[in-house]
């Protein structure tokens, strides 16, 4: 490996990769997907400061920030790395927006297989 290619792969991960969630149950696919940028990515960097921006404007005079605060610090960070998606409510496309992002990843088994993916850097390499 050599520079080059470390610096194509941070560029790669900006374009992101799909992800196709599984039933929590069954692990069948769902049909529902996302494009999430890659834990290298200028995306994710990006996001991750804006996490640390959040919660020093949420902190109180005495640098506390509530479980709830960071929580939704967090989520809003996660959601700031999905590029893309495809999902339908009453079988018409859901517009994507972090709004409706929020929505979806407050379900716990949508976000913890997004976190997951999002995370692994294996989903990121040409042979992935």
């Not at 610096?7 to 992101?16: E, F, R, T």
């Not at 997907?33 to 020093?56: C, M, N, V, Y």
Request: overall charge negative; aromatic content about 4%; charged content about 30%.
């Amino acid at each position: 490996m050599q520079l080059d290619d470390i610096l194509a792969n941070v560029a790669d991960q900006d374009k992101g990769k799909e992800l196709e969630l599984a039933d929590p149950v069954t692990g069948k696919p769902t049909g529902i997907k996302f494009r999430i940028a890659g834990p290298d990515s200028d995306t994710q960097h990006r996001a991750r400061i804006a996490l640390h921006d959040e919660l020093a404007e949420m902190a109180d005079t005495d640098g506390h920030i509530t479980a709830e605060n960071r929580e939704k610090a967090r989520l809003n960070c996660l959601a700031r790395c999905v590029l893309d998606w495809e999902i339908t409510e009453g079988g018409k496309a859901v517009p994507f927006n972090h709004k409706n992002l929020l929505r979806v990843l407050k379900v716990a088994w949508v976000q913890a297989q997004v976190d997951a993916f999002a995370s692994d850097r294996r989903n990121y390499r040409d042979d992935a």
